[in-house]
């Protein structure tokens, strides 16, 4: 089945720090991968996605490349900031025929940014 | 554009107390519906879908059920809870048709506390 592997956290880090926040997934076919945001008492949130092999999806300065050869969907900013301290969850889905859509998470990478 | 609500935000509950979390979206029609919960902070487990008005599926055996009473409404209930359904309890829906990459958007999400 299909499963995804995050980088352990936390990930602590001075503002203005280059981010990389590693994700591999294992999967048949080509599903979607997609990252989503969790601030502190709130929902997730999409921040981007890719749909196939090389789509590099970005938002608000984070972008994330569709590696179909290395299994990898790794986040990257150049320049964080305190108020990029979230939880970071990669996902994968795929449509499922009796559920719309099937999403499977990474257990998320907690992300604390310093001034 | 597209809503999601949850009520209440926080709930602090007995053991052996009921349980109803509302969940509604706007701005769309016949969309696929989700419940999840978030224990610890970190993962996220699906506890049930629907695909339509009275179509709920449990993807796991629980203490807790769930309803779709009308097409943009999901109801996730218990008779008597247990202190392991403490949780962050988030909903999400998704597109029912038409090409896309299947991510899912969520709400704002409900913390239970059950004492």
């Known amino acids: 089945g299909d499963s995804v592997t995050q980088m352990e956290g936390p990930v602590t880090l001075s503002e203005e720090a280059f981010l990389t926040i590693n994700c591999t997934y294992t999967?048949?076919?080509?599903?979607?991968l997609f990252w989503y945001v969790q601030y502190p008492g709130e929902g997730l949130q999409l921040l981007l996605k890719?749909?196939?092999?090389?789509d590099k999806g970005s938002n608000k300065g984070f972008e994330a490349t569709y590696r179909k050869e290395t299994t990898s969907f790794h986040l990257e900013k150049g320049s964080v900031q305190v108020s990029d301290s979230a939880v970071y969850f990669c996902?994968?889905?795929?449509?499922?025929?009796?559920?719309?859509?099937?999403?499977?998470f990474g257990e998320g990478t907690q992300l604390t940014v310093n001034p | 554009s597209q809503t999601i609500h949850q009520w209440p935000a926080t709930l602090v509950q007995p053991v052996g107390s009921p349980l109803s979390l509302e969940c509604t979206v706007e701005?769309?029609?016949?969309?696929?519906l989700y419940w999840y919960r978030q224990a610890a902070g970190r993962g996220l487990q699906l506890l049930f879908y629907?695909?339509?008005?009275?179509?709920i599926s449990s993807e796991v055996p629980q203490n807790l059920s769930a309803s779709r009473p009308q097409d943009r409404q999901f109801i996730l209930s218990s008779k008597k809870l247990l202190l392991s359904d403490s949780g962050f309890y988030l909903c999400?829906?998704?597109?029912?048709?038409?090409?896309?990459?299947?991510?899912?958007?969520f709400g704002p999400g409900t913390r239970l506390t059950v004492t």
């Open positions: 999400a829906w998704t597109r029912t048709s038409g090409r896309g990459s299947y991510e899912q958007y």
């Open positions: 999967a048949t076919g080509y599903p979607s």
């Open positions: 890719a749909t196939k092999a090389d």
């Open positions: 996902a994968l889905g795929r449509p499922a025929e009796t559920s719309g859509s099937r999403l499977t």
């Open positions: 701005g769309t029609s016949n969309p696929n």
């Open positions: 629907s695909v339509g008005i009275g179509q």
